[in-house]
Structure formats: structure tokens, C-alpha cells
């Protein structure tokens, strides 16, 4: 299986790097972070992944972030 460099970026910075072996640089993301990804638009926070093998590739992508919800009910 290939290994995947994977780094979490904000405002233009390194904040986090990751070693990651896993099928495909999606799934690096998604292990490294545990949680969902999806492709980079123009997000101030995302993932950058390298394949270890040095072709030079970069795959870029931003977690999905899922609304919170608030009860709204009163106490009980």
C-alpha cells in the first residue's frame, strides 16, 4: 500500500503532519484527520497529502464540517 505525507494547514501554515499508509490519497486524508473529506475549494483551513513515493503529486482537501444542532426545548 502506498504511504502519504499528510499535512493540515491553516492560514498558510504546517499545523500538523501525518505519515499515513492507506489506499489512496483520499483515504490518507480521511485516516490522518479522522473525519470526512472532500475536495479544496478555497477553505483557510485544509489538507494537503504528498505520495511518499516523490512523483512530486499533492491532492488537496478540506474537511467536511457538519452543522451542530441545538435544542431549541426549554428544561424539563
Known amino acids: 500500500m502506498p504511504s502519504y505525507e499528510v499535512e493540515e494547514i491553516f492560514a498558510g501554515k504546517v499545523i500538523v503532519s501525518h505519515k499515513i499508509v492507506a489506499p489512496t490519497p483520499f483515504r490518507?486524508?480521511?485516516?490522518a484527520t479522522n473525519r470526512d473529506v472532500t475536495l479544496r475549494n478555497?477553505?483557510?483551513?485544509w489538507i494537503r497529502v504528498f505520495e511518499e513515493d516523490r512523483r512530486h503529486r499533492a491532492y488537496e482537501y478540506t474537511v467536511i464540517e457538519r452543522p451542530q444542532f441545538v435544542s431549541r426545548?426549554?428544561?424539563?
Open 28 to 31: 490518507a486524508a480521511k485516516i
Open 42 to 45: 478555497s477553505e483557510v483551513r
Open 73 to 76: 426545548a426549554g428544561p424539563s
